[in-house]
């Protein structure tokens, strides 16, 4: 049983920057798609972004291309969000996911194992 553990999250600034992190243990997810999803106060649960097992695909919500990257370190079981140009509308609860899919869905059900989620805040 894989378990997520993010960590990273916090009170920024708007226009500032945070690094979210996602570390996995009890099995290896170097072989497998990861994503980070947001749920915002009354809102649904929303992908941000996601890497395929090796990274080399990519995909990222239009809310967020340009200003947040992922990259993951296979060695360290890690996935990682860094997230520059924060806005206030950025602010909700992150969540990492992994996948037994090699390609990364962009819809919550095609995700096998979830983290308890960071809160991300971002004053205006």
């Known amino acids: 049983q894989v378990q997520l553990v993010e960590s990273g999250g916090g009170l920024v600034q708007a226009g500032g920057s945070l690094r979210l992190s996602c570390a996995a243990s009890?099995?290896?997810?170097?072989?497998?798609?990861m994503g980070w999803f947001r749920q915002a106060p009354g809102k649904g649960r929303d992908i941000v972004a996601a890497a395929s097992a090796s990274a080399g695909t990519t995909y990222y919500a239009d809310f967020v291309k340009g200003r947040f990257t992922i990259s993951r370190d296979n060695a360290k079981n890690t996935v990682y969000l860094q997230m520059n140009s924060l806005k206030p509308e950025d602010t909700a609860v992150y969540y990492c996911?992994?996948?037994?899919?090699?390609?990364?869905?962009?819809?919550?059900?095609?995700?096998?194992?979830w983290g308890q989620g960071t809160q991300v805040t971002v004053s205006s």
């Open positions: 996911a992994a996948s037994r899919r090699i390609y990364p869905p962009t819809y919550d059900y095609g995700y096998d194992y």
């Open positions: 009890g099995g290896t997810v170097s072989s497998t798609a």
